[in-house]
């Protein structure tokens, strides 16, 4: 694999990746202008002039992957390490954290989410929805921190930001308000909590939700812990309300734990509604029991797409930001071993989210966004359990992450 910068005034592309060879296995030359593909070729095609080229001499490229769940503003990276100190209840996680947001003053990007941005790139990330706290400590501030540093990235990354109400929305004051603020300043997203555990009332937070939605023509996606019968009850409410509302496909619930409890009878019947109001499931295939049955809901026709959720934060000292190692966490929990098996989890970080979340190119093709990573693995189910980092990052059209050797794609 070499590098050949030759600038050619007028040439058809800005950067050509000669030689890559794509998931379905064709031999490819690909052509880049400005943030999009421009061409994509058989590789021993005759190519016209182009600018920089890139021979990769066979390696494998993707579309840049998508973390659909990550909390940018939560991340303590930056930061001395902090043990874990809340236990039992999604209440206690929010008033620890609550005592740490009190206490500290650290800008976010130092605290931890621009150390966290440079990881997920350097992992083949390039696109990736975050969350952004909006409580009575944080009030509109998480926001506009990280609205700065989306764009100080926006050369690289594609950043979606959800309002999300960390605290619950009837049971913490101010909170609707600030809500519909943000989205004012530039939030995509409306988020949501555990209607039954955290605001005690199925409906009323969802009318607000959903209210605020459709007020801003926005989508919403709302973290779900809610186990048990309350978390189904509130799985099929937000399906009917997305219906009703026409909101289908803008609509994402997180984690929903307790579809991990729900029997088949249960199962078959949610995931038909999730599919018909086309409300799509996030997971970042927690430990424990709480992990919803993946395999079995995609069977069922429902939407699924990964993301990481808690980098080393208040929450979860885990550190695992890249998705290939997300897709490797999946194969194991599930004991997912065949060739298909395998390369079928890659859509919840491609395809899907391109589909589902407007989230990362989703495929490499002509017109798609130009965020394409190579690897030195010889096919995606080798890639996914050697959990291979790219060797090669095209952001947005332009290298961000080269760390080729020369004449060769190191393996790893
Ligand atoms: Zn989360």
């Known amino acids: 694999m070499t590098s050949t910068p030759e600038p050619n005034a007028g040439a058809p592309c ?33 190519l016209p002039p182009a600018g920089r080229t890139i021979d990769l001499g066979g390696a494998l490229v993707l579309p840049g992957l998508t973390d659909g769940h990550v909390h940018l503003d939560k991340c303590l990276l930056g930061l001395d390490w902090r043990p874990h100190r809340a236990q039992g209840s999604v209440r206690a996680l929010i008033a620890d954290e609550k005592a740490f947001r009190r206490t500290t003053r650290v800008p976010l990007a130092e605290q931890g989410a621009e150390a966290l941005l440079e990881r997920m790139i350097r992992g083949g990330t390039t696109s990736l929805r975050t969350h952004v706290d909006i409580d009575d400590v944080t ?22 930001i959800v309002a999300f109400p960390q605290s619950g929305i009837l049971s913490c004051q101010l909170v609707a308000g600030d809500l519909d603020a943000a989205l004012r300043m530039g939030a995509d997203l409306v988020g949501g909590l555990d209607p039954v555990g955290i ?54 619930i997180s984690h929903a734990f307790a579809l991990a409890e729900a029997d088949d009878l249960q199962l078959g019947r949610i995931a038909e509604s999730l599919s018909r109001a086309s409300v799509a ?57 065949t060739d298909a098996d395998l390369t079928a989890l890659l859509d919840p970080v491609t395809a899907v989210p391109a589909r589902v979340l407007g989230l990362g190119p989703g495929v490499v093709a002509p017109g798609a966004r130009a965020d394409l990573i190579a690897f030195g693995a010889g096919g995606v189910p080798q890639l996914i359990v050697e959990r291979q980092a790219p060797v090669l990052v095209v952001a947005k059209g332009a290298v961000a992450i080269d760390r080729r050797t020369a004449g060769k794609v190191p393996q790893p």
Not at 25 to 40: E, P, S, Y
Not at 295 to 323: I, K, Y
């Open 14 to 46: 800005d950067l050509r990746l000669h030689d890559a060879t794509t998931a379905g296995g064709r031999r490819v030359t690909i052509d880049i202008l400005g943030d999009r593909v421009a061409a994509l070729r058989d590789a021993d095609a005759p």
């Open 139 to 160: 009030r509109l501030d998480h926001l506009a921190q990280i609205l700065d540093l989306r764009a100080r990235w926006a050369d690289r990354l594609q950043i979606q």
């Open 199 to 252: 605001d005690g009332d199925p409906d009323g937070p969802l009318d607000i939700v959903f209210a605020l939605a459709e007020r801003h023509g926005r989508g919403i996606d709302i973290h779900l812990h809610d186990g048990g019968a309350a978390g189904l009850d509130t799985i099929g409410s937000i399906a009917a309300r997305t219906e009703a509302a026409g909101l289908g496909g803008q609509v994402t």
């Open 281 to 337: 499931i996030l997971s970042s295939v927690p430990g424990g029991r709480r992990c919803p049955p993946i395999q079995r809901l995609r069977e069922l026709g429902v939407s699924v797409c990964f993301g990481t959720d808690n980098v080393r934060d208040c929450w979860n000292p885990a550190t695992v930001t890249s998705m290939v190692d997300r897709v490797q966490l999946a194969a194991y929990r599930f004991d997912l071993r």
